[in-house]
């Protein structure tokens, strides 16, 4: 189950650059809340709290109750613009979810089991090819990150996206070919050892 946070935000009457910056001046970050067959919904987050949840890991994957003027939107957050130089962030997008709503969203991967891999214990290394994969997922049950296990993998071995058991109503976005997530590759000490034998 994704993980909710609260968000406080306040409704911005017009939208548009200038407005935009007078915003911002207030210390406040513009932002826009779209989709759910409704009209998008302009509104301003506190800048403090806003940091305070962007810099949380797996920002993208949570879902936020942003409540304005006494209504909560459930919301996942889809784009945040920043700053050039000073890497601020400058406006947000929110995407209204319901319980039916399918999302793709980058999930990051985490491997477990590396000491049960014969692999990894003949002094084998593990490559990551993709540290998250693009998933299709219900909404309301985004997975915090997909854990993939390095049991019984060796040497030359690839860990392909069918090994890994995704959680139910959860696919790859990618779906014409069986990509490699990650590798088990030999150190150079191992491949030298194999080539003068």
Avoid: W
Avoid at 5 to 15: D, F, N, Q
């Amino acid at each position: 189950m994704t993980k909710i946070i609260p968000l406080g935000a306040e409704t911005r009457e017009r939208a548009g650059k200038g407005t935009a910056r007078q915003t911002r001046r207030d210390g406040r970050i513009p932002a826009v809340i779209y989709g759910g067959k409704q009209a998008p919904l302009t509104i301003s987050l506190e800048k403090f709290e806003f940091n305070r949840v962007l810099h949380q890991p797996g920002f993208f994957t949570h879902l936020f109750d942003v409540t304005v003027d006494g209504t909560a939107h459930r919301v996942l957050p889809r784009d945040v613009q920043f700053h050039p130089v000073t890497d601020v962030p400058l406006h947000v997008d929110f995407l209204r979810v319901s319980a039916d709503t399918r999302t793709n969203v980058q999930v990051p991967v985490e491997f477990v089991d590396q000491d049960k891999s014969v692999g990894l214990k003949r002094g084998g290394v593990l490559n990551i090819v993709r540290h998250e994969l693009e998933l299709s997922c219900p909404a309301d049950s985004i997975p915090e990150s997909i854990t993939i296990s390095c049991e019984g993998f060796d040497v030359g071995d690839s860990i392909h996206i069918s090994a890994v058991k995704l959680p139910e109503g959860v696919t790859s976005t990618i779906t014409d070919r069986d990509f490699t997530i990650a590798t088990i590759v030999a150190p150079s000490g191992l491949k030298s050892e194999e080539a003068a034998s």
